[in-house]
């Protein structure tokens, strides 16, 4: 990986421009922290084939269950199949039993590991990938461990394979945020363009907004970008972590626009919004401000 890597890593990225990746069918927890994180924050076969039984202490025999693959990572003990979301395990039901125990144990580290150890993550979705890479939400979070490992041109692949699979927008707001990650914020610019994206509402619109702004910045079109995150979301009233990312990448595009008064303004908007301590928009005031905040 390239040393841009570090810059646009989901849990850290550029002060707020790294969209949420999680979804109801996604089986890595609901944990929706964005790139506005505080800098000193924690940073190939067809299914069916293979695997084993989910009873790894008794007495099973070579008929009812199979060694895990050389190339894969180890699987504990104490993972189980069942701690996997109940439409992700029924999603799997197309494969053989053993092999769907091993595909959701898999999974489940994924989930576990992504935040604290993405490139171990990646290769626990990569096996889950080699075993059953006909499932969509398989797919899918192959991609999420790639793009967490910031390897942008692995995880842009697996997304649009899932979304082909599953139909619908898919994760499109971290598709154009691997190609900025690739160095290509205009096709970024244009996936947020797509008739995919017009089918966003919400949450999920606010995050690919914000991360066309991010594009529009790494073009240096600072004025663009604030144009671009001026939507009704932008109410000062509003408070959680969702709100604060978005106050927090306006109030970035703001100063980098030569707005600083106003971005000043939105970085303690995103402060005030930020009940989970999620951002470093305190500390931007600051630094802004000369400390007399």
């Known amino acids: 990986m390239s040393e841009d890597n570090n810059d646009r890593r989901s849990v850290r990225g550029d002060r707020g421009n790294r969209p949420s990746e999680s979804r109801d069918r996604n089986p890595r927890s609901q944990d929706r922290r964005g790139d506005a994180r505080r800098s000193d924050g924690p940073p190939r076969r067809r299914g069916g ?30 993972v189980e199949a069942g701690e996997l979301e109940p439409a992700v395990r029924r999603d799997l ?21 992504l935040d604290d150890d993405p490139q171990l993550a990646l290769l626990h979705a990569r096996a889950a990938r080699q075993r059953a890479g006909r499932i969509a939400v ?8 790639a793009y967490h490992a910031g390897e942008w041109a692995e995880a842009l692949s697996e997304l649009r394979a899932a ?25 970024a610019i244009e996936l947020g363009r797509s008739d995919e994206a017009r ?32 939507t009704p979301d932008l109410d000062a009233s ?56």
């Open 49 to 78: 084939e293979g695997g084993f039984s989910g009873n790894r202490r008794g007495n099973s025999t070579s008929s009812d269950r199979r060694p895990p693959r050389p190339d894969e990572p180890d699987l504990p003990d104490d």
């Open 238 to 293: 509003r408070s959680g972590t969702a709100a604060a990312r978005l106050f927090y990448v306006y109030a970035d595009a703001l100063v980098a626009a030569g707005r600083v008064d106003e971005g000043v303004k939105w970085f303690l908007n995103a402060a005030a919004a930020d009940v989970d301590g999620e951002t470093d928009a305190e500390e931007r005031v600051e630094e802004l401000s000369g400390g007399s905040q």
């Open 163 to 187: 979304r082909r699979m599953a139909g619908g927008p898919g994760l499109i707001a971290v598709m154009a945020d691997c190609e900025r990650g690739l160095g290509r914020p205009e096709r």
């Open 138 to 145: 398989v797919r899918e979070t192959a991609g999420i461990a």
């Open 93 to 113: 039901l197309s494969l053989d039993k053993n092999n769907a125990a091993a595909v959701a144990r898999h999974l489940v580290m994924t989930s576990r590991l």
């Open 199 to 230: 089918e966003l509402t919400g949450e999920q619109a606010s995050e690919l907004r914000i991360v066309v702004a991010g594009a529009r910045m790494d073009l240096d079109q600072y004025d663009q970008a604030v144009v671009t995150l001026q």
